[in-house]
């Protein structure tokens, strides 16, 4: 079994920022690539940013020059800086893991529990 727990996320006006983190535990050999997602009330969950055990970053078109993504490979932890939080942002957070097991030669997503991040106008 693999876990993921999140922190980070709060409330926060316009403009501020937040700093998410995502750790990974459990039975892990690797892990390929972590992210992030969110989702809105009444809208579905959609990606945010992810990052590969390499380093390669993907973004959501609405965070591009907001938000970075990076990851500690040896903690097996990932991160998200929100810069310039516009209110839209406001969503549960979910943190995203691309894990092969110690028991397993494939992949298979995890999914953190969700933390909440309000921005306030």
């Known amino acids: 079994q693999v876990q993921l727990v999140e922190s980070g996320g709060g409330l926060v006006q316009a403009g501020g920022s937040l700093r998410l983190s995502c750790a990974a535990s459990?039975?892990?050999?690797?892990?390929?690539?972590m992210g992030w997602y969110r989702q809105a009330p009444g809208k579905q969950r959609e990606l945010v940013a992810t990052?590969?055990?390499?380093?390669?970053?993907n973004y959501a078109d609405s965070v591009k020059g907001r938000f970075t993504i990076s990851r500690d490979n040896a903690k097996n932890t990932v991160y998200l800086q929100m810069n310039s939080l516009k209110p839209e942002d406001t969503a549960v957070y979910y943190c995203?893991?691309?894990?092969?097991?110690?028991?397993?030669?494939?992949?298979?997503?995890?999914w953190g529990q969700g933390t909440q991040v309000t921005v306030s106008s």
């Open positions: 995203n893991a691309r894990v092969v097991g110690t028991l397993s030669f494939y992949e298979r997503d995890y």
């Open positions: 990052i590969t055990s390499g380093g390669s970053t």
């Open positions: 459990g039975s892990i050999f690797k892990i390929n690539a």
